[in-house]
Protein backbone atom coordinates (compact mmCIF):
# COMPACT_ATOMS: atom_id res chain seq x y z
CA UNK A 1 0.00 0.00 0.00
CA UNK A 2 1.60 2.99 -1.48
CA UNK A 3 0.76 6.89 -0.51
CA UNK A 4 2.42 8.77 -3.12
CA UNK A 5 6.23 7.48 -2.74
CA UNK A 6 5.18 6.71 0.73
CA UNK A 7 5.47 2.18 1.29
CA UNK A 8 2.75 2.48 3.81
CA UNK A 9 2.46 -1.30 4.08
CA UNK A 10 4.73 -3.89 2.01
CA UNK A 11 4.96 -7.83 1.70
CA UNK A 12 1.92 -8.01 4.11
CA UNK A 13 0.37 -11.52 3.63
CA UNK A 14 -1.59 -13.66 5.67
CA UNK A 15 -4.31 -15.88 6.01
CA UNK A 16 -6.99 -15.36 8.71
CA UNK A 17 -9.39 -18.75 9.46
CA UNK A 18 -13.05 -18.00 9.44
CA UNK A 19 -13.91 -17.61 13.31
CA UNK A 20 -11.02 -16.14 14.71
CA UNK A 21 -10.14 -13.88 16.91
CA UNK A 22 -7.35 -11.92 15.98
CA UNK A 23 -5.12 -9.32 17.16
CA UNK A 24 -3.29 -6.61 15.16
CA UNK A 25 -0.49 -5.18 16.84
CA UNK A 26 2.21 -2.63 15.83
CA UNK A 27 3.56 0.62 17.34
CA UNK A 28 1.69 3.77 16.38
CA UNK A 29 2.58 4.28 12.27
CA UNK A 30 2.79 0.77 11.57
CA UNK A 31 0.34 0.37 9.30
CA UNK A 32 -2.52 -0.91 11.23
CA UNK A 33 -5.41 1.13 10.60
CA UNK A 34 -4.26 1.09 6.78
CA UNK A 35 -4.35 -2.49 6.60
CA UNK A 36 -8.22 -2.64 8.46
CA UNK A 37 -9.71 0.50 5.84
CA UNK A 38 -7.85 -1.80 3.11
CA UNK A 39 -9.95 -4.59 4.65
CA UNK A 40 -13.14 -2.57 4.14
CA UNK A 41 -12.55 -1.06 0.82
CA UNK A 42 -11.76 2.10 1.59
CA UNK A 43 -8.57 2.06 0.03
CA UNK A 44 -7.08 -0.23 -2.71
CA UNK A 45 -3.79 -1.66 -2.43
CA UNK A 46 -1.02 -0.34 -5.00
CA UNK A 47 -0.26 -3.81 -5.51
CA UNK A 48 -1.01 -7.47 -4.17
CA UNK A 49 -4.62 -9.18 -3.54
CA UNK A 50 -6.90 -8.71 -0.79
CA UNK A 51 -9.84 -11.08 -0.39
CA UNK A 52 -12.65 -11.05 3.11
CA UNK A 53 -14.93 -13.14 3.01
CA UNK A 54 -13.94 -14.99 -0.22
CA UNK A 55 -14.90 -11.52 -2.34
CA UNK A 56 -13.34 -8.26 -2.63
CA UNK A 57 -12.68 -5.73 -0.66
CA UNK A 58 -16.30 -3.18 -0.22
CA UNK A 59 -18.42 -5.87 -1.54
CA UNK A 60 -20.12 -7.02 1.12
CA UNK A 61 -20.76 -4.13 3.38
CA UNK A 62 -23.62 -6.30 4.83
CA UNK A 63 -21.49 -8.64 6.11
CA UNK A 64 -19.12 -6.66 7.98
CA UNK A 65 -19.44 -4.89 10.73
CA UNK A 66 -16.70 -1.84 11.86
CA UNK A 67 -15.89 0.13 14.99
CA UNK A 68 -13.70 3.51 14.18
CA UNK A 69 -11.54 4.70 16.46
CA UNK A 70 -13.10 7.15 18.68
CA UNK A 71 -12.40 10.27 18.45
CA UNK A 72 -13.21 13.43 20.71
CA UNK A 73 -15.67 15.04 17.12
CA UNK A 74 -17.23 11.87 17.29
CA UNK A 75 -19.17 13.11 19.67
CA UNK A 76 -20.22 15.98 18.71
CA UNK A 77 -22.81 14.10 16.37
CA UNK A 78 -26.47 16.44 17.53
CA UNK A 79 -27.90 12.32 17.90
CA UNK A 80 -29.12 9.84 20.36
CA UNK A 81 -27.65 6.87 20.34
CA UNK A 82 -30.32 5.26 18.98
CA UNK A 83 -29.80 6.85 15.33
CA UNK A 84 -26.40 6.06 16.05
CA UNK A 85 -27.13 2.53 15.74
CA UNK A 86 -29.31 3.33 12.74
CA UNK A 87 -26.33 4.38 10.92
CA UNK A 88 -25.31 0.62 11.14
CA UNK A 89 -28.53 -1.17 9.05
CA UNK A 90 -29.12 1.72 6.48
CA UNK A 91 -25.44 3.06 5.95
CA UNK A 92 -26.74 6.62 6.01
CA UNK A 93 -28.35 9.23 8.29
CA UNK A 94 -32.31 7.98 9.36
CA UNK A 95 -34.83 10.17 7.31
CA UNK A 96 -37.43 7.32 8.21
CA UNK A 97 -37.04 4.37 9.74
CA UNK A 98 -38.22 1.75 7.94
CA UNK A 99 -40.64 -1.12 9.48
CA UNK A 100 -38.24 -2.93 11.86
CA UNK A 101 -35.54 -1.03 11.76
CA UNK A 102 -36.12 0.70 14.97
CA UNK A 103 -36.55 -2.51 16.67
CA UNK A 104 -33.13 -4.22 15.18
CA UNK A 105 -31.54 -1.20 16.62
CA UNK A 106 -33.04 -1.23 19.85
CA UNK A 107 -32.04 -5.14 20.12
CA UNK A 108 -28.27 -4.38 19.28
CA UNK A 109 -28.34 -2.07 21.73
CA UNK A 110 -30.04 -4.46 24.36
CA UNK A 111 -27.80 -7.18 23.33
CA UNK A 112 -24.44 -5.19 24.54
CA UNK A 113 -26.52 -3.84 27.87
CA UNK A 114 -27.02 -0.20 26.57
CA UNK A 115 -30.37 -0.54 26.05
CA UNK A 116 -31.44 1.92 28.53
CA UNK A 117 -28.79 4.63 26.67
CA UNK A 118 -31.11 4.72 23.37
CA UNK A 119 -32.65 7.75 24.01
CA UNK A 120 -29.37 9.78 25.10
CA UNK A 121 -27.43 11.98 23.06
CA UNK A 122 -24.08 10.87 21.44
CA UNK A 123 -22.75 13.59 23.18
CA UNK A 124 -23.46 13.06 26.71
CA UNK A 125 -21.76 9.58 27.07
CA UNK A 126 -18.59 8.29 28.64
CA UNK A 127 -16.16 6.54 26.41
CA UNK A 128 -17.35 3.46 27.34
CA UNK A 129 -20.75 3.84 27.04
CA UNK A 130 -20.26 5.59 23.46
CA UNK A 131 -17.81 2.31 22.79
CA UNK A 132 -20.89 0.01 23.46
CA UNK A 133 -23.29 1.80 21.08
CA UNK A 134 -20.66 1.73 18.17
CA UNK A 135 -20.39 -1.89 19.04
CA UNK A 136 -24.45 -1.98 18.68
CA UNK A 137 -23.81 -0.71 15.65
CA UNK A 138 -21.42 -2.67 14.40
CA UNK A 139 -23.78 -5.89 15.15
CA UNK A 140 -26.78 -4.59 14.56
CA UNK A 141 -26.75 -6.39 10.87
CA UNK A 142 -25.67 -9.70 12.19
CA UNK A 143 -22.25 -9.33 10.45
CA UNK A 144 -19.77 -12.66 9.84
CA UNK A 145 -16.76 -10.01 10.12
CA UNK A 146 -15.87 -7.53 12.63
CA UNK A 147 -13.45 -4.83 12.48
CA UNK A 148 -12.76 -2.71 15.65
CA UNK A 149 -9.99 0.21 15.36
CA UNK A 150 -8.16 0.49 18.90
CA UNK A 151 -11.78 -0.07 20.48
CA UNK A 152 -10.47 -0.05 24.23
CA UNK A 153 -9.28 3.56 23.92
CA UNK A 154 -11.41 6.07 26.50
CA UNK A 155 -12.39 2.57 28.39
CA UNK A 156 -11.88 2.56 32.02
CA UNK A 157 -10.41 -1.40 32.57
CA UNK A 158 -13.90 -2.13 34.14
CA UNK A 159 -15.59 -1.29 30.85
CA UNK A 160 -12.72 -2.71 28.53
CA UNK A 161 -13.10 -6.22 30.48
CA UNK A 162 -17.05 -5.92 29.59
CA UNK A 163 -15.95 -5.07 25.81
CA UNK A 164 -13.94 -8.65 25.58
CA UNK A 165 -16.40 -10.60 27.01
CA UNK A 166 -19.33 -8.75 24.51
CA UNK A 167 -17.23 -9.71 21.96
CA UNK A 168 -16.10 -13.34 22.95
CA UNK A 169 -19.97 -13.64 23.23
CA UNK A 170 -20.96 -12.59 19.71
CA UNK A 171 -18.25 -14.75 18.47
CA UNK A 172 -19.42 -17.64 19.99
CA UNK A 173 -23.55 -17.13 19.22
CA UNK A 174 -22.76 -15.97 15.49
CA UNK A 175 -19.56 -17.94 14.48
CA UNK A 176 -18.43 -14.81 13.33
CA UNK A 177 -14.73 -13.23 12.76
CA UNK A 178 -12.97 -10.28 14.53
CA UNK A 179 -10.04 -8.07 13.51
CA UNK A 180 -9.26 -6.20 16.43
CA UNK A 181 -6.12 -3.87 16.69
CA UNK A 182 -4.76 -2.93 20.38
CA UNK A 183 -1.56 -1.80 21.92
CA UNK A 184 -1.62 -4.12 24.81
CA UNK A 185 0.39 -7.42 24.19
CA UNK A 186 -1.56 -9.35 27.01
CA UNK A 187 -4.86 -8.51 25.72
CA UNK A 188 -3.78 -10.05 22.40
CA UNK A 189 -2.37 -12.57 24.54
CA UNK A 190 -5.71 -13.95 26.48
CA UNK A 191 -8.31 -13.00 23.84
CA UNK A 192 -6.68 -13.15 20.32
CA UNK A 193 -6.58 -17.15 18.76
CA UNK A 194 -4.12 -15.38 15.84
CA UNK A 195 -2.10 -12.85 16.48
CA UNK A 196 -0.68 -10.19 13.67
CA UNK A 197 2.32 -8.13 14.73
CA UNK A 198 3.05 -5.08 12.19
CA UNK A 199 5.34 -2.53 11.34
CA UNK A 200 5.10 -1.51 7.55
CA UNK A 201 5.89 -5.15 6.96
CA UNK A 202 4.95 -8.18 8.56
CA UNK A 203 6.91 -9.33 11.41
CA UNK A 204 4.71 -12.32 12.66
CA UNK A 205 1.55 -13.96 12.41
CA UNK A 206 -0.18 -16.94 13.75
CA UNK A 207 -0.58 -18.36 16.65
CA UNK A 208 -0.62 -15.60 19.97
CA UNK A 209 2.38 -18.19 22.04
CA UNK A 210 4.48 -17.65 19.09
CA UNK A 211 4.02 -14.69 17.63
CA UNK A 212 4.55 -12.65 21.07
CA UNK A 213 8.02 -14.02 21.69
CA UNK A 214 10.30 -11.48 22.93
CA UNK A 215 12.06 -11.60 19.70
CA UNK A 216 9.82 -11.07 17.34
CA UNK A 217 8.29 -7.66 19.60
CA UNK A 218 11.83 -6.13 19.76
CA UNK A 219 12.08 -6.37 16.21
CA UNK A 220 9.25 -4.92 15.57
CA UNK A 221 9.13 -1.98 18.15
CA UNK A 222 12.50 -1.51 17.28
CA UNK A 223 12.28 -0.75 13.79
CA UNK A 224 11.76 2.93 13.85
CA UNK A 225 8.40 2.97 15.15
CA UNK A 226 6.86 4.55 18.35
CA UNK A 227 5.52 2.34 20.43
CA UNK A 228 3.64 3.56 24.07
CA UNK A 229 3.33 -0.03 25.15
CA UNK A 230 6.73 -0.47 27.24
CA UNK A 231 9.24 -3.68 26.02
CA UNK A 232 8.61 -4.65 30.06
CA UNK A 233 4.94 -4.93 30.24
CA UNK A 234 5.30 -8.30 28.09
CA UNK A 235 4.90 -11.08 30.31
CA UNK A 236 6.66 -13.82 29.28
N1 LIG B 1 -4.49 8.46 3.11
C1 LIG B 1 -3.21 8.58 3.45
N2 LIG B 1 -2.36 9.37 2.75
C2 LIG B 1 -1.07 9.46 3.09
N3 LIG B 1 -0.50 8.81 4.11
C3 LIG B 1 -1.28 8.01 4.84
C4 LIG B 1 -2.66 7.85 4.56
N4 LIG B 1 -3.18 6.97 5.46
C5 LIG B 1 -2.17 6.62 6.27
N5 LIG B 1 -1.01 7.24 5.89
C6 LIG B 1 0.29 7.06 6.53
O1 LIG B 1 0.53 5.68 6.66
C7 LIG B 1 1.22 5.41 7.88
C8 LIG B 1 0.44 4.39 8.66
O2 LIG B 1 -0.72 5.00 9.20
P1 LIG B 1 -1.79 4.18 10.04
O3 LIG B 1 -2.28 3.05 9.23
O4 LIG B 1 -2.80 5.16 10.50
O5 LIG B 1 -0.91 3.64 11.26
P2 LIG B 1 -1.39 3.02 12.66
O6 LIG B 1 -2.87 2.83 12.61
O7 LIG B 1 -0.63 1.75 12.81
O8 LIG B 1 -0.97 4.00 13.72
C9 LIG B 1 1.37 6.75 8.60
O9 LIG B 1 2.66 7.24 8.36
C10 LIG B 1 0.32 7.61 7.95
O10 LIG B 1 0.69 8.97 7.97
MG1 LIG C 1 -4.43 3.58 13.80
Known sequence: MRFGDFTALEGVSFSLPEGAFMALVGPNGAGK????????GLVTPSSGSVKVLGGKPGTQPENIGYVPQIKTFDRSFPAMALELVLTGVRRSWPGFWRAGQREQALAALESVGAAHLAHQ????????????????????????LILLDEPATGIDTLGEKDLYSLLERYRSESGATLVMITHDWDVARYHASFVVVLNRSLFGCG???TVLCEDCLAR???????SHTALSRVKL
Open 207 to 209: HPE
Open 220 to 226: AYGHGGH
Open 121 to 144: AVGRLSGGQLQRVYLARAIVRRPR
Open 33 to 40: STLIRTLL
